[in-house]
């Protein structure tokens, strides 16, 4: 049984440029969330994907945005890259609602 | 929405030492914890989960935390830490799984 996996592991991107990550959620898992940690700073949580529908949204702005596909993989979509963005984005899933996460290795991001 | 406060963001030990690492959440009716380990440049680990029952949970590699309702609290303890255990620690509470700031465990030989 795999585990969750992300991609890439590193990425480098310049202020106002778009980017996408991926996450290949746990066999079993439909539920899949996304956060932001900031260096220093516990995750924050940026949203939630259940069955291929948003199921919650922390405080983040629309430019962050997300998708869950048929096989629960998951893509979180950042638009206009700013300098703030920088931060390691985990992804978490789940076998469902309510139920404990387990964490991917996360994506570092770094926006110059 | 529920909050979390790691009162302690940095927590220095010598090796063989006990450790206690606070946690203190906002109350709630129903309230489900956690604790999550981060080792440098990894992604988050589960350390050990309260959702009902007993209210002293174990994980495998000797930490405990009590879930303590009149004090909103669940803090993580070792009787006796190891140099391999110097990480991040993270606590949780579960609604839109809101983290604590983190507490640095650092253990000295």
């Known amino acids: 049984e795999t585990g969750v996996t992300q991609s890439p592991t590193h990425l480098i991107k310049t202020r106002g440029q778009q980017v996408t990550l991926r996450c290949s959620s746990q066999?079993?898992?439909?539920?899949v969330s996304w956060y932001q940690q900031a260096l220093g700073q516990g995750p924050q949580f940026i949203f939630q994907?259940?069955?291929?529908?948003?199921?919650g949204r922390g405080n983040f702005p629309p430019r962050f945005s997300g998708l869950q596909f048929p096989n629960y993989s998951s893509e979180l979509n950042v638009n206009a890259l700013e300098l703030d963005d920088s931060a390691l984005y985990l992804c978490?899933?789940?076998?469902?609602?309510?139920?404990?996460?387990?964490f991917g290795p996360g994506t570092r991001l770094l926006v110059l | 929405a529920q909050s979390v406060t790691q009162l302690d963001s940095q927590v220095p030990v010598f090796e063989e030492a006990p450790v206690e690492l606070r946690c203190n959440y906002s109350s709630s009716v129903s309230v489900y914890l956690f604790w999550y380990v981060q080792y440098p440049n990894q992604g988050l680990q589960l350390l050990l989960k309260y959702l009902s029952g007993s209210t002293l949970v174990e994980s495998i590699n000797g930490f405990e935390a009590e879930f303590n309702k009149s004090q909103t609290s669940f803090h993580l303890r070792k009787p006796s830490v190891h140099i391999s255990d110097t990480a991040e620690y993270f606590c949780?509470?579960?609604?839109?799984?809101?983290f604590g700031a983190g507490t640095r465990l650092t253990v000295k030989p």
């Open positions: 978490a899933s789940s076998v469902g609602l309510g139920e404990t996460q387990y």
């Open positions: 994907y259940y069955r291929e529908e948003e199921n």
């Open positions: 949780a509470v579960k609604d839109d799984m809101r």
């Open positions: 066999s079993g898992h439909n539920t």
